[in-house]
């Protein structure tokens, strides 16, 4: 997907998929959820993106 205007941080898309989508607000307010932005773990919510990346938001997970 195209990027929203103003959106060029993982903080940024966060806030606009949890405004978009209020089901997955609550998912993504996990302190726990980390961030992937073409397959590199991110821990820096401040971490630029583009319209190009692959982004994810991993949910916490349990295992071993």
Not at 1 to 27: D, F, I, R, Y
Not at 30 to 59: G, K
């Amino acid at each position: 997907m195209t990027l929203p205007q103003g959106v060029q941080k993982l903080a940024q898309l966060q806030a606009w998929l949890a405004h978009s989508e209020p089901v997955l607000a609550q998912a993504l307010s996990s302190v726990r959820t980390q961030y992937a932005v073409n397959q590199t773990i991110v821990r820096d919510p401040s971490h630029p993106i583009h319209d190009d990346d692959e982004i994810a938001f991993l949910p916490p997970m349990s295992g071993g």
